[in-house]
T-cell receptor
Framework: QQQVKQSPQSLIVQKGGISIINCAYE??????FPWYQQFPGKGPALLIA?????SEKKEGRFTISFNKSAKQFSLHIMDSQPGDSATYFC????????????FGPGTSLSVIP | KAGVTQTPRYLIKTRGQQVTLSCSPI?????VSWYQQTPGQGLQFLFE???????NKGNFPGRFSGRQFSNSRSEMNVSTLELGDSALYLC????????????FGSGTQLSVL
């Protein structure tokens, strides 16, 4: 029940295209859903996060879509750029700073020119 | 503010040895979490320390242990190393009371031969 599933494992997108990464969870107590971005040789960094009281959150070219009834959420990267090439992790926690953050297995995104 | 600092950056050990990894959190952060990152498995939660006490624990064997000092610096110890312990070990800090956002270090790459 603590698991967060993520797909696809890897993704190749043309420059200017839309990258879509999907995640699913089981634990209905999860209340906070962040996405982290990791470049080679670096630790992950928070990209964008959402709480279940909204169905969508947008920050620049990055959008999270959230479907509470399906227990799924996804990251959309519009106008994908080569600089977006990185590994993306979805995650979930119970929405307090006291709870552990559980990560999905990650998606390796390559944006080709 | 300085970021999260992990030392050493690389480590090579042989089976059966033990190893200690160090993490210095962002100034003012009282929570330190440890994650194991391997290809395909993503980030697996090891444990979290807050104000010198273990607050959350993942599903790792007892060979993996940690501690936190009064200045919030944390160490992780792995005893009786196995080949499967080869991984990138990431440390993340957060303030621990008001904000769920994790700030990661660049990790310690451990190779067990």
């Amino acid at each position: 029940q603590q698991q967060v599933k993520q797909s696809p494992q890897s993704l190749i997108v043309q420059k200017g295209g839309i990258s879509i990464i999907n995640c699913a969870y089981e634990n209905t107590a999860f209340d906070y859903f962040p996405w982290y971005q990791q470049f080679p040789g670096k630790g992950p960094a928070l990209l964008i996060a959402i709480r279940p009281d909204v169905s969508e959150k947008k920050e620049g070219r990055f959008t999270i879509s959230f479907n509470k009834s399906a227990k799924q959420f996804s990251l959309h990267i519009m106008d994908s750029q080569p600089g977006d090439s990185a590994t993306y992790f979805c995650a979930a926690s119970k929405g307090t700073s006291y709870d552990k953050v559980i990560f999905g297995p990650g998606t390796s995104l390559s944006v080709i020119p | 503010k300085a970021g999260v600092t992990q030392t050493p950056r690389y480590l090579i050990k042989t089976r059966g040895q033990q190893v200690t990894l160090s993490c210095s959190p962002i100034s003012g952060h009282r929570s330190v979490s440890w994650y194991q990152q391997t290809p395909g498995q993503g980030l697996q939660f090891l444990f979290e320390y807050f104000s010198e006490t273990q607050r959350n624990k993942g599903n790792f064997p007892g060979r993996f242990s940690g501690r936190q000092f009064s200045n919030s610096r944390s160490e992780m110890n792995v005893s009786t190393l196995e080949l499967g312990d080869s991984a990138l070990y990431l440390c993340a800090s957060r303030d621990g009371t008001t904000n769920e956002k994790l700030f990661f270090g660049s990790g310690t790459q451990l190779s067990v031969l």
